[in-house]
């Protein structure tokens, strides 16, 4: 994966496919959910504050850093000594992130006592999850995660869907932009520039194979540019029923399926015939759902079932 994300083959001439920021967004925003190492380290950093605060009289740390490093002083207005350890000076560079997220609500002496709350989290507790959702960077949800990222999904369809729909995959068109290839023609058709909507939409080669398989699924065969199909198919397809499962499996392997013949034609001049591609999606998709069980006996589920030539147990 790090090798395909920053230096891959064809990345010779230039660095990260995706920026390292985007990669470790969570699913919902576009990323593929991994977490810094320094935003996660700096939220368990923010549990020691939050003792410190919190939890004075029971912890056993608390009350020696109390007794011995703050003495009766201010925590919030303490001076950082030069020569104070590594995690003090860590716990107290931090002060100005956690002094917005701790509070101190005061009761009213009667029906509220005094209390110190954590303000991120909805309960007042302090937690490292919501630490670290404070301080990430964050961006907004995308409405198509739940079209790469679902319960049995095939992972390297996945990340290559995912880059697909996040623009980062290399076509001709980018190759060409960097100076790594001079002539940009699509290797399915051999008729237009090959680009990310003519790859995955607009090609006739492309267009004859996405019609077939919406034909299992029962799918109006209307062919749409590729960033309004992402969009349709991710307003459509995200809920947990079997034809939303098997569109999105079907989708991912469509768009793996044609980056890899496109890889090889480009790279070795070896073909497939259309029909070995189409086949090659249908397998990757019964082989997915061969162990599913307990889906509805419905009239619209035996018609996928059979379509596809999926196992009968599947559906309950």
């Known amino acids: 994966?790090?090798?395909?994300?920053?230096?891959?083959?064809?990345?010779?001439?230039?660095?990260?496919?995706?920026?390292?920021?985007?990669?470790?967004?969570?699913?919902?925003?576009?990323?593929?959910?991994?977490?810094?190492?320094?935003?996660?380290?700096?939220?368990?950093?923010?549990?020691?504050?939050w003792n410190l605060c919190s939890d004075r009289e029971n912890s056993i740390?608390?009350?020696?850093?109390?007794?011995?490093?703050?003495?009766r002083r201010s925590f919030w207005e303490l001076k950082c000594?030069?020569?104070?350890?590594?995690?003090?000076?860590?716990?107290?560079?931090?002060?100005?992130?956690?002094?917005?997220?701790?509070k101190y609500p005061v009761g009213d002496g009667r029906t509220s006592r005094d209390r110190i709350v954590w303000a991120e989290s909805p309960n007042?507790?302090?937690?490292?999850?919501?630490?670290?959702?404070?301080?990430?960077?964050?961006?907004?949800?995308?409405?198509?995660h739940k079209l790469v990222w679902f319960k049995n999904l095939i992972p390297r369809h996945a990340i290559i869907l995912w880059m697909a729909i996040r623009g980062k995959l290399y076509t001709q068109e980018k190759l060409v932009s960097m100076g790594i290839i001079q002539i940009n023609r699509c290797v399915l058709c051999k008729e237009e520039e090959e680009t990310l909507d003519h790859l995955f939409s607009s090609c006739p080669f492309t267009a004859r194979i996405w019609s077939l398989l919406c034909d299992?699924?029962?799918?109006?065969?209307?062919?749409?540019?590729?960033?309004?199909?992402?969009?349709?198919?991710?307003?459509?397809?995200?809920?947990?029923?079997?034809?939303?499962?098997?569109?999105?499996?079907?989708?991912?392997?469509?768009v793996y399926s044609l980056w890899k013949e496109r890889k090889m034609r480009m790279q070795s001049g070896k073909t497939r015939r259309l029909v070995q591609i189409y086949l090659?999606?249908?397998?990757?998709?019964?082989?997915?759902?061969?162990?599913?069980?307990?889906?509805?006996?419905?009239?619209?589920?035996?018609?996928?079932?059979?379509?596809?030539?999926?196992t009968d147990s599947i559906c309950s």
């Open 81 to 102: 000594p030069g020569d104070c350890s590594w995690t003090w000076r860590k716990i107290l560079n931090l002060r100005e992130i956690a002094r917005g997220k701790i």
């Open 124 to 144: 007042g507790k302090f937690s490292i999850k919501s630490a670290w959702n404070s301080v990430r960077h964050r961006e907004t949800v995308v409405g198509w």
């Open 216 to 254: 299992r699924c029962a799918l109006p065969r209307s062919h749409r540019r590729w960033e309004t199909n992402v969009e349709w198919l991710s307003r459509n397809f995200s809920d947990k029923s079997l034809l939303s499962l098997i569109v999105r499996l079907m989708f991912a392997a469509f």
């Open 280 to 310: 090659e999606i249908l397998e990757y998709v019964r082989t997915r759902t061969i162990y599913l069980r307990n889906f509805p006996r419905s009239s619209a589920n035996i018609r996928l079932v059979e379509a596809w030539g999926l």
């Open 61 to 71: 740390w608390s009350s020696w850093v109390w007794t011995y490093l703050i003495k």
């Open 1 to 49: 994966m790090r090798a395909f994300l920053w230096k891959g083959s064809e990345l010779s001439h230039g660095g990260a496919k995706v920026a390292w920021v985007n990669v470790c967004l969570p699913f919902k925003e576009g990323g593929l959910g991994v977490k810094r190492l320094d935003t996660w380290n700096q939220a368990a950093m923010l549990k020691h504050v």
